[in-house]
C-alpha cells in the first residue's frame, strides 16, 4: 500500500517589525488605491486593510492587518502593558467584529479581509510591502501540508454578512431584483 501523499498550500505571510515602523501610512495608501475601483483611480484610507496605530506619548506605530471576519465580538478583556501604558486587546486586533468599525467597507459595513492584493497578473508582494520604505513590513511564502477544507472566498463572506444582517429572504429578494434590471 502507498504512502497518501499529504496537501501542501503556499502560505503568505507580511511580517511587521514594530521598531522599524515610523508612521508614514505609505501601507495605508497604497493598500486603499490598490483595492480603489476601478483600480489605483482614488486614494481613500477607510478602505485600506491595514491600519496603523500611533501611540502619541511614545511615539510607536503599530501597522495591524486585517483579519478574518467574525459574527460575534470576542469575550475575553485582556489588557496589555507597553511601556508603562494598558491597552485593551481590541486595539490589536486583525477581526472585524460587531463592536468595531475598523476593517469594514464604510457604508454598508461589510468586513474587510487582507487579500495580500490578489490580482491578475499577481503581484510580487502586497501593495503594503512594495510601499514600505522603512522595511516594517516584509514578505514572504512558505509551504504548508493542510488537511483539505473549504475555504470561503470574499464574495461568500460578504453575502454572509448581508444574511446576518438583513435575513436570507431579504437577500434572496435584492438578487432577484438586480437580476432582472440586466
Not at 475575553?76 to 486587546?89: C, F, L, P
Not at 434572496?172 to 437580476?179: E, G, I, K, L, W
Amino acid at each position: 500500500m502507498m504512502a497518501e501523499e499529504k496537501k501542501t498550500k503556499t502560505i503568505k505571510v507580511i511580517n511587521i517589525d514594530v521598531d522599524k515602523c515610523n508612521g508614514c501610512r505609505a501601507c495605508e495608501v497604497a493598500c486603499s488605491t490598490f483595492h480603489a475601483a476601478p483600480r489605483y483611480s482614488s486614494n481613500y484610507p477607510g478602505k485600506s486593510r491595514i491600519s496603523v496605530i500611533h501611540e502619541p506619548l511614545r511615539d510607536i506605530f503599530v501597522p495591524v492587518i486585517a483579519g478574518k471576519n467574525v459574527r460575534a465580538e470576542c469575550t475575553s478583556r485582556y489588557k496589555y502593558t507597553i511601556d508603562g501604558k494598558e491597552y485593551d486587546e481590541c486595539a490589536f486586533c486583525r477581526t472585524s467584529c460587531p463592536s468595531r468599525t475598523i476593517f469594514k467597507e464604510p457604508g454598508s459595513e461589510l468586513p474587510f479581509q487582507c487579500d495580500m492584493c490578489e490580482s491578475d497578473p499577481p503581484l510580487e508582494e502586497p501593495n503594503c510591502v512594495q510601499w514600505c520604505l522603512s522595511d516594517a513590513l516584509t514578505y514572504r511564502e512558505r509551504e504548508e501540508e493542510v488537511d483539505e477544507e473549504v475555504e470561503l472566498k470574499e464574495m461568500e463572506i460578504g453575502l454572509e454578512s448581508l444574511v446576518d444582517k438583513f435575513g436570507f429572504e431579504k437577500v434572496v429578494d435584492a438578487v432577484v431584483r438586480m437580476s432582472r434590471k440586466e
